[in-house]
């Protein structure tokens, strides 16, 4: 099991950004999918971004495509989400996960706080 934690998050003015961190420890990642996910004050969790491993290919939701970017250091065994042009909507709880090749997200970081004020 890999252990995840986020860092990174706090409070920003709309319309500004964040880089957010997630640090894994305990095993190699580098062949694991990493994806950010979050979830808003009663709301269900959401897909955000993820990066795969060795080709480094993107996705995002579309809701943050163009202003969000995904990427992952795996010397330093860390995936960054850089969010730029956030707005109150994006309050939310940001978490980090990892998927095996071939698996679903297995395990979870415990999340950094992101709250966006207008």
């Known amino acids: 099991q890999v252990q995840l934690v986020e860092s990174g998050g706090g409070l920003v003015q709309a319309g500004g950004s964040l880089r957010l961190s997630c640090a894994a420890s305990g095993r190699t990642f580098n062949t694991d999918t990493m994806g950010w996910f979050r979830q808003a004050p009663g709301k269900e969790r959401e897909f955000v971004a993820d990066?795969?491993?060795?080709?480094?290919?993107?996705s995002f939701a579309a809701s943050v495509k163009g202003r969000f970017a995904v990427s992952r250091d795996d010397a330093k065994i860390t995936v960054y989400l850089q969010m730029n042009s956030l707005n109150p909507d994006e309050t939310a709880i940001y978490y980090c996960?990892?998927?095996?090749?071939?698996?679903?997200?297995?395990?979870w970081g415990q999340g950094t706080q992101v709250t966006v004020y207008s």
């Open positions: 996960a990892a998927a095996r090749p071939g698996t679903a997200y297995s395990s």
């Open positions: 990066i795969t491993s060795s080709e480094g290919i993107t």
